[in-house]
Nanobody, 116 residues
């Protein structure tokens, strides 16, 4: 059974930092593309960052230069370091593991709240 468990969310002031982690189990972690998405109240879920099997990364324009995604295949974890947080970064952040277009798993999410 595949499980993805996010952690590290919380309340932070604008300009602050948080580090999210996603622990994966029940899958061959190194074979998966790992992603972070987020969903703000009243908005659709949106892409934040991705890291592929080789470690190549891609970011949404809104977070580029502030967020860094990384993975540790030995620990089956993917992390998202978030710096210079803004109130508009407030959302539930989700981890997604994707092997193929129709093979993907989601975590339950972790709340990030940035106060102004």
């Amino acid at each position: 059974q595949v499980q993805l468990a996010e952690s590290g969310g919380g309340l932070v002031q604008a300009g602050g930092s948080l580090r999210l982690s996603c622990a994966a189990s029940g899958l061959t972690f190194s074979a998966y593309v790992m992603n972070w998405f987020r969903q703000a109240p009243g908005k659709e879920r949106e892409f934040v960052a991705t890291i592929d099997q080789s470690g190549a990364t891609t970011y949404a324009a809104s977070v580029r230069g502030r967020f860094t995604i990384s993975r540790d295949n030995a620990k089956n974890t993917v992390s998202l370091q978030m710096n210079n947080l803004k109130p508009e970064d407030t959302a539930v952040y989700y981890c997604k593991a994707q092997l193929a277009p129709k093979i993907a798993y989601w975590g339950q999410g972790t709340q990030v709240t940035v106060s102004s």
